[in-house]
């Protein structure tokens, strides 16, 4: 049952607003070190207008997501949740929490770590404070869901013309992940950036050259290895047909390795903007051309295990 509420409820959230869930796992991960999340967390709790706004945008998030649920829960497809109604709130709230914390898992991490910060300098009030706030928030939110099941909704239909635009080849298989996979796609994403900010980050800070920085693209690269599987089925499956057409060699690995790089735009990002501070162009230069030829292999090597 927790399969279909994650299919109904996670997956079409995270879907509508892929965008800024990419957008912010970039800034946070590609833009800002670890020891930015440390200040700001810090300027955060030290600072009342600074922490009123953090519950405010927390709270308004929480609406944003519940106003987006409860127009799923009006669409004539979502008709057969109204059955849900029927149960007592304390057993719709255990059923129904996991995708209230799923929806809300950028939120609550961060939570962690002003909670961490709050903790370290004694400021246990505002912890305290921020956490009756995202209670009493998921509290609302799972009411007025339960709520908004028990209402009647007539069964509509709507009929409208849809515009189909022609996207190139090597995009498909990012909007693929977009449609059908955009909670693999963040989770690899946002914990790939993370790991590779934390190498950077201990790699400035003294007594690391640039094999620690090439072990850690490697250890990012395996993070990968989901979403190249997915990759294979795609294409050797979804996508058998076109095998046969009659292409070139170079455009064929064109086509796979525009592909590749859409996918990993946003470890490149963070490779040109921290690895600017690497004394040495040609270690750079390695390490940018060491990632590429990483996912590459791994890439391969997925191919070879389905053959």
């Not at 914390?101 to 903790?119: A, C, D, E, P, R």
């Not at 370290?120 to 706030?133: Q, Y």
């Not at 977009?178 to 900010?197: D, G, H, I, W």
């Amino acid at each position: 049952m927790r399969e279909i509420y994650f299919k109904s409820f996670v997956t079409p959230f995270y879907k509508a607003y892929l965008g800024f869930f990419i957008l912010v796992s970039v800034i946070l991960g590609v833009f800002m070190e670890l020891k930015q999340h440390l200040m700001i967390a810090e300027k955060i709790m030290k600072t009342p207008t600074w922490f009123g706004l953090l519950i405010f945008s927390f709270i308004f998030y929480t609406f944003l997501q519940l106003r987006f649920q409860i127009k799923l829960i009006q669409d004539p497809k979502y008709l057969i949740f109204q059955k849900l109604s029927f149960l007592s709130f304390s057993k719709f709230s255990k059923d129904f929490i996991s995708v209230w914390l799923v929806n809300h898992t950028l939120i609550l991490l961060y939570s962690l770590i002003i909670s961490f910060v709050g903790l370290k300098i004694g400021n246990w009030e505002k912890v305290v404070s921020l956490w009756i706030s995202l209670f009493i928030s998921g509290f609302a939110s799972l009411y007025f869901s339960y709520k908004t099941l028990q209402k009647y909704y007539p069964e509509k239909h709507f009929y409208r013309s849809q515009i189909i635009h022609i996207k190139p080849y090597f995009l498909w298989f990012s909007f693929h992940l977009k449609e059908n996979r955009p909670l693999l796609l963040l989770a690899v994403k946002t914990t790939s950036l993370f790991v590779l900010s934390g190498f950077f980050y201990s790699y400035f800070s003294g007594g690391y050259d640039s094999r620690w920085l090439a072990f850690g693209l490697l250890v990012s690269s395996y993070f990968h290895y989901p979403i190249w599987l997915e990759k294979v089925e795609f294409g050797e499956y979804q996508l058998n047909i076109f095998k046969n057409l009659p292409r070139t060699f170079i455009k064929k690995f064109a086509q796979e390795f525009f592909a590749i790089m859409v996918i990993a735009i946003p470890e490149l990002l963070l490779l040109f903007y921290q690895g600017g501070g690497i004394k040495s162009k040609i270690d750079h230069f390695s390490l940018i051309f060491f990632w590429t030829t990483l996912n590459l292999g791994i890439y391969a090597m997925c191919l070879l295990n389905k053959e």
